[in-house]
């Protein structure tokens, strides 16, 4: 009687151990997919509740914008310049450097400037071409009107380029018809020499 009383004990342990077991597996499994599924709803209620921060949700509300209808994008036509691929840079430098002398304390000063256009089309870099005399006569007039101290510093630098910018674009807009126009995206000093 012993001894079934023991195998009693021993097989209710081994029943109680294989269970601990099972349920630590199942506890174990059951958390992996409460943390997936928390994910995926997480994922999905941010969308709704917040698109523009969640990654990926602005691009399939920006899909759903475009599906609407012909309307949207008749009232929205920036939205398809801004989505179109833009063409390679084709830069166009100015040859020979602009050279500018100006008087600085009572001593004759010397600037040097390679300075390069960029632009997207061929028709806008012939266009630099063609009026290559205005754009480096007023360039040169802008460069004589600064002082010493404007074209040493880093800000005086970015203010003289954006200035020079502003002045091609404005001598291309002036020279430009309803059917030619023509877009110098950016400019840049790639020498600076001052003496």
């Known amino acids: 009687m012993a001894t079934e009383e023991a195998e009693v004990a021993q097989a209710t342990q081994e029943a109680k151990a294989g269970s ?5 597996i199942g506890l174990a499994a059951g958390l992996f997919f409460l943390v997936v599924a928390a994910q995926f709803v997480t994922g999905i209620v941010g969308c709704l509740v917040l698109p523009g921060l969640m990654p990926g949700c602005a691009v399939e509300h920006a899909a759903e914008e475009d599906t609407a209808g012909a309307d ?6 920036d939205k398809a310049k801004k989505d179109e691929p833009k063409a390679p840079p084709i830069y166009q430098a100015f040859d020979p450097p602009l050279v500018v002398s ?20 061929e028709h806008s870099i012939q266009a630099v071409q063609t009026h290559m005399p205005v754009i480096r006569n007023n360039l040169l007039n802008i460069f004589s009107g600064r002082s010493f101290a404007d074209l040493t510093s880093r800000d005086g630098k970015e203010a003289l380029r954006k200035e020079c910018l502003t002045e091609v ?4 807009k002036k020279n430009s ?3 030619d126009t023509f877009t110098v995206e950016d400019l840049y000093f790639t020498s600076f020499v001052v003496q």
């Open 20 to 24: 601990g077991l099972v349920k630590t």
């Open 72 to 77: 949207n994008k008749a009232a929205k036509p």
């Open 102 to 121: 100006f008087p600085e304390q009572g001593t004759m000063r010397f600037l040097q400037v390679t300075v390069e256009v960029m632009a997207r089309d």
């Open 169 to 172: 674009q404005a001598i291309l």
């Open 177 to 179: 018809t309803k059917e």
